[in-house]
């Protein structure tokens, strides 16, 4: 039986199947996630999933949630490396948002310490408004 050529994409190619993805799931994901929504573009290789992550998050595209051991596409690519997340711990949902306040007092005691920073994430964990309202419903009943 002949052998059928496996057809190689270029990281590009991978990169955008990748962040495609994440953008229309619109919420945090694994890694393995991600592999189970891309297969069906022929990307089923942990490593190649990891590595393709990777440039996303070196080029701005996506973030790594170190909390959720998960990804999201960025929704603000201007920041380069540096992103606060608000994340519910009732529903799940994660809004990435600018706070270049924070950003840059982060920045000023890195610097006074003399601390290089390599990428800034900020994790806010707690409950979003949808979910204190509906508790605030239910407490009423």
């Not at 002949?2 to 199947?17: L, N, Y």
């Not at 891309?38 to 190649?48: E, I, L, Q, S, W």
Request: with cysteine; net charge positive; proline share 4%.
């Amino acid at each position: 039986m002949p052998h059928k050529p496996t057809k190689r994409r270029s990281a590009a190619d991978q990169d955008k199947i990748i962040v495609d993805a994440l953008r229309g799931l619109g919420r945090p994901v694994s890694a393995y996630e991600l592999i189970e929504e891309v297969r069906g573009h022929g990307v089923t290789a942990p490593p190649t999933v990891y590595r393709a992550l990777q440039r996303l998050i070196d080029d701005g595209l996506a973030h790594r949630l170190e909390s959720l051991n998960a990804f999201v596409a960025c929704n603000h690519p201007h920041h380069a490396g540096k992103a606060v997340f608000a994340i519910c711990d009732t529903c799940g949902t994660v809004a990435e948002f600018d706070s270049s306040a924070a950003i840059k007092n982060l920045q000023s005691w890195a610097k006074g310490a003399e601390f290089q920073v390599r990428s800034m994430t900020l994790e806010l964990r707690g409950r979003c408004k949808s979910c204190v309202a509906a508790d605030a419903v239910q407490t009423r009943a």
